[in-house]
């Protein structure tokens, strides 16, 4: 049988859940943590993806590697961003593979940020490759 609360039980839940950060207070209600840009992650053949949208999108590049419009699909391609000798930052696409002949970077966009926007341009500044949004 459940106890009733009083008022006063109320008020001090409540002063209780003011002082806690919000981490702990989705954590003591049940409430889980929301993405920021409200992604859901998605498993594919044993693989995580950030979103629904990028696991579908590894779902067609499958297809048209097996079709022979595409080969060499990579997850994540990995480059080191250097100017002048020095390192600034790496940027890791979604997907690579090679198209016609030509290197292909994906990366799948729900939302360009400005780290995104600036990393692309160097993509294109350092290595001549056009990252391809979908």
Request: with cysteine; charged share 35%; aromatic share 8%.
């Amino acid at each position: 049988m459940s106890e009733r609360w009083t008022l006063e039980d109320v008020d001090n839940y409540r002063a209780r859940l003011r002082d806690l950060r919000p981490r702990d207070h989705m954590r003591l209600t049940g409430i889980g943590k929301i993405p920021k840009y409200r992604n859901v992650k998605t498993e594919v053949d044993g693989i995580k993806f950030d979103s629904k949208k990028e696991a579908a999108r590894y779902q067609e590049l499958k297809t048209l590697e097996k079709a022979g419009e595409i080969n060499g699909l990579t997850l994540q391609p990995k480059y080191e961003l250097k100017v002048n000798g020095e390192k600034i930052c790496y940027y890791i696409g979604d997907f690579g593979y090679i198209e016609n002949g030509s290197v292909v970077i994906e990366d799948v966009k729900g939302v360009r940020t400005h780290a995104y926007r600036i990393k692309s341009k160097l993509m294109r500044a350092i290595y001549g490759i056009t990252i391809r949004e979908t």
